[in-house]
């Protein structure tokens, strides 16, 4: 599996945008860029995910770089219940089977 | 009504014994999973399973046993239990078959505690 590197955490204040980052300098064509973040003591959850273009949706927005070595998450007004980790995975087009979660970046969020 | 349901969400249980924990999946998916997350909170998968059928087993002790009886159902059964299978163990499910990166649901958890 192609790797992802993130920062270990970062912090934002409630309210505020959040641009969580994250690179893939090895992804391959039929990758697709997954998020998924787990809140304290729950099961992960899907954020968002994409190809080649940004994508939104109601939780984030996911801006994508053009060469697709880099993305990230775009929280557009962070709310304490945003504070979780947030992974960033890579993932094959078609039947795949399984997710590899890295480390992941702890958000915390100040009130 | 949860997706993706696993029971016990707790289960304290001494060295040696053997063990089930259920999982459920209620969204028609042809794929469920087990992963693992220890104290330092790593992630990792050990089973998926695709159609009943065991795609992958990822160097997991053979004192797990996946057990697959529907699409629907992924039960995990652990024989003479260690200390350091202490864990959160998540089940999850998806739809593979056909699919483009396909989003993969998961369930609440069930923290096992050997002892």
């Known amino acids: 599996d192609a790797k992802t590197t993130q920062p270990n955490s970062m912090e934002s204040n409630e309210e505020e945008p959040v641009h969580l980052p994250c690179n893939h300098s090895t992804i391959s064509g039929t990758d697709y860029i997954h998020w998924y973040r787990q809140l304290p003591s729950q099961g992960p959850e899907y954020v968002i995910h994409g190809l080649t273009s940004n994508v939104n949706n109601r939780m984030a927005s996911l801006a994508i770089a053009e060469d697709r070595k880099s993305s990230t998450l775009i929280l557009h007004r962070a709310t304490l219940r945003d504070a979780a980790v947030y992974y960033c995975?890579?993932?094959?087009?078609?039947?795949?089977?399984?997710?590899?979660f890295g480390k992941g970046t702890l958000l915390t969020v100040n009130p | 009504d949860t997706a993706v349901s696993q029971t016990p969400k707790y289960l304290v249980t001494q060295m040696g014994n053997d063990k089930s924990i259920k999982c459920e999946q209620n969204l028609g998916h042809d794929t469920m999973y087990w992963y693992k997350q220890d104290s330092k909170k790593f992630l990792k998968i050990m089973f998926s399973y695709n159609n009943k059928e065991l795609i992958i087993n990822e160097t997991v002790p053979n004192r797990f046993s996946p057990k697959s009886p529907d699409k629907a159902h992924l039960n995990l059964h652990i024989n003479s239990l260690e200390l350091g299978d202490s864990a959160v163990y998540f089940c999850?499910?998806?739809?593979?078959?056909?699919?483009?990166?396909?989003?993969?649901?998961f369930g609440e958890g069930s923290w096992l505690t050997v002892v």
């Open positions: 995975i890579l993932r094959g087009g078609g039947s795949n089977y399984k997710l590899t």
């Open positions: 999850a499910s998806s739809q593979e078959t056909g699919g483009h990166g396909n989003t993969i649901y």
